[in-house]
């Protein structure tokens, strides 16, 4: 069994930088890690996502050269840097985890979830 526990959201500025942290615990080895969100009215996202090694990273294109995904296996952590943040990027975050890279930038790929962090970005 993994739990996932997200923290670091709240309200920032247009233009502004937050840091997301996902605290993991359990069966946590080998396992990708990835954030998802979900705006008001629409679908769960994909995010960005890290191999187990973090020598491979994933990006939604929306998030590209904005976001930067790391872990601290040591720490059991993985963050999300969120940099130059856009009003459209308010949304619930969610903390993923899934054994397998199969399926890793969809919602129904990762299996298991943290209960998410709001982040708010006013204009």
């Known amino acids: 069994q993994v739990q996932l526990v997200e923290s670091g959201g709240g309200l920032v500025q247009a233009g502004g930088s937050l840091r997301l942290s996902c605290a993991a615990s359990?069966?946590?080895?080998?396992?990708?890690g990835g954030w998802f969100r979900q705006a008001p009215g629409k679908e769960r996202e994909f995010v960005a996502a890290i191999s187990w090694g973090g020598d491979t990273t994933y990006y939604a294109d929306s998030v590209k050269g904005r976001f930067t995904i790391s872990r601290d296996n040591a720490k059991n952590m993985v963050y999300l840097q969120m940099n130059n943040l856009k009003p459209e990027d308010t949304a619930v975050y969610y903390c993923?985890?899934?054994?397998?890279?199969?399926?890793?930038?969809?919602?129904?790929?990762?299996?298991?979830w943290g209960k998410g962090t709001l982040v708010t970005v006013s204009s």
């Open positions: 359990g069966r946590t080895f080998s396992m990708y």
């Open positions: 993923a985890a899934s054994y397998s890279s199969r399926g890793i930038g969809r919602a129904d790929g990762m299996g298991y």
